[in-house]
């Protein structure tokens, strides 16, 4: 009974991200707010001219997991 709650628990979280390599990204909302702050960031570079958040986001993400997984 814990092993299949255990389970659950990491599939679930681990898929959710996405990644090749989902054991060395941190938990969902760690890594949402790392993103966030990164698009922040590239919001802040280009002065928030808007119309680019979707840019920024995608962005920023691809940054992040590129960080966290030692990608070039």
Do not use: T
């Amino acid at each position: 009974m814990n092993n299949r709650s255990q389970s659950d628990n990491n599939s679930g979280s681990q898929q959710r991200c996405g990644a090749d390599n989902p054991d060395r990204l941190p938990g969902d909302d760690h890594y949402q707010q790392m993103i966030a702050e990164a698009a922040y960031f590239n919001a802040k570079w280009r002065d928030f001219a808007p119309g680019n958040e979707m840019s920024d986001w995608l962005q920023a993400e691809a940054e992040v997991k590129r960080l966290l997984l030692g990608e070039k």
